[in-house]
């Protein structure tokens, strides 16, 4: 099994009171997990958020100052919104990304949930306009395989069209070359570098119900859960490998290119890690409430009444990882008998804990956890 790290800015603050000690922070951790043997540490994407200094606004370059502070640890974006990015920066920029970090990377991918951040960057990117989001989200990514895939490339689409029209180039050095020109007019656009990894770095999407579960399928994108129970996860996990299994004409194990986040806590009890936990862990929770909608916090079949709070005492048994780390084994465990899970992203660090508790939570899970499944320590 393999074990990641996961973290958000804002949770990854401590008693940081600006970016550059809050940055410091997350160096400090990154590195301690790379010590630690995690295989990756994942960066979350945030703007305008409540937190004071807690945004991230472009996880592709502080990978690149984490890339340069390692040498193992693979660094990923979880995610990067990509209806907020124009796709051509997006793919220049996680290019750029892989070569620093020589083929380190992962690459994750969103659609953004929340209503204030989205239409800052592009009238489409509302996930209130269910459409509209979903169609450019799926345009940003074409564009950025096309120009991962080809040497030359055009695109023409309801939120894009590449080469502008009437782009011209003429330099007396460059005669017209008809690999990407028709005369002066330019017909295809190059854009360098290449990925260090070939074709191009894994490719991921954050998902949390059906409907996005098909999507990453249908791309080819592999999967990334966060909140539903082992049930719900299992039942999309089945989704996921019987639509990839149609598409490309062989068998997806269940499981296979699927990944689950979990917020975890490790503690010497489960009093413990609620005392110092409780708070910042729930933070994230509230904030998602209703944004996602409860249903994804259910098993099949079930349905929540309405006065069914999303409480500690409600979300601790479904789809946390808190406590002891033989109650915190026990729930992997689960998870790996009812999903066949191979990939578990381990978000260790929440808003309000003192940095010396984060990294005391990073090293108790690689420590006294992560042996158990790994076979290492």
């Known amino acids: 099994m393999r074990f990641a790290a996961f973290t958000t800015v ?13 940055l410091d922070n997350i160096r400090q951790q990154t590195v301690l997990a790379e010590e630690l043997g995690f295989e990756a540490m994942w960066l979350g994407e945030h703007h305008f958020g409540p937190y004071g200094i807690g945004d991230l606004p472009n996880p592709i370059l502080l990978g690149a100052d984490l890339a340069a502070r390692t040498s193992r ?13 124009h796709p051509i920066r ?3 920029d996680l290019a750029m990304l892989d070569n620093m970090a020589k083929g380190r990377v992962e690459v994750g991918f969103g659609r953004g949930i929340w209503p204030y951040e989205g239409p800052q960057f592009h009238a489409n990117a509302d996930p209130r306009k269910d459409a509209e989001n979903r169609e450019l ?4 990514i074409e564009i950025v395989r096309k120009i991962w895939s080809d040497e030359y490339f055009s695109h023409r689409g309801d939120n894009y069209s590449f080469p502008a029209e009437d782009t011209v180039f003429s330099h007396p050095s460059h005669p017209p070359n008809p690999a990407w020109q028709d005369g002066e007019r330019v017909t295809r656009l ?16 954050t998902v949390s119900t059906d409907r996005s579960v098909a999507t990453a399928a249908e791309l080819g994108l592999k999967a990334c859960y966060w909140q539903p129970p082992p049930l719900r996860i299992r039942e999309r996990m089945e989704l996921y490998a019987e639509t990839r299994s149609k598409l490309e004409g062989r068998p997806f194990a269940l499981g296979e290119d699927q990944a689950v986040m979990r917020s975890t806590y490790v503690a010497s009890s489960m009093e ?15 904030f998602n409430d209703p944004f996602r909608g409860r249903q994804v916090f259910t098993n099949p079949g079930e349905a929540l009444d309405d006065d069914v709070r999303l409480d500690w005492d409600f979300l601790e048994p479904r789809t946390l990882l808190v406590g002891s780390p033989d109650h915190v084994a026990e729930k992997i465990q689960e998870l790996q008998e009812v999903c066949s899970l191979d990939c578990l992203l381990v978000e260790f660090a929440h808003m ?17 956890v992560m042996p158990r499944f790994t076979g290492i320590g």
């Not at 804002?10 to 809050?22: H, I, L, V, W």
């Not at 190059?190 to 999407?205: D, E, N």
């Not at 413990?272 to 509230?286: K, L, N, T």
């Not at 003192?354 to 990073?362: D, Y």
């Open 10 to 22: 804002a949770a990854s603050a401590g008693e940081a009171t600006n970016a550059a000690e809050m």
């Open 73 to 85: 640890i693979r660094i990923g974006q979880m995610a990067n919104i990509a209806p907020w990015w």
């Open 90 to 92: 997006l793919a220049e």
């Open 137 to 140: 989200f799926r345009e940003t």
């Open 190 to 205: 190059r854009v360098t570098p290449r990925p260090y990894q070939q074709p191009h770095p894994p490719l991921w999407m």
């Open 272 to 286: 413990e890690a609620r005392r110092d936990a409780e708070a910042g862990i729930m933070s994230a929770f509230i």
């Open 352 to 368: 309000g804990i003192p940095q010396r508790k984060m990294l005391r939570n990073l090293e108790r899970f690689a420590t006294q």
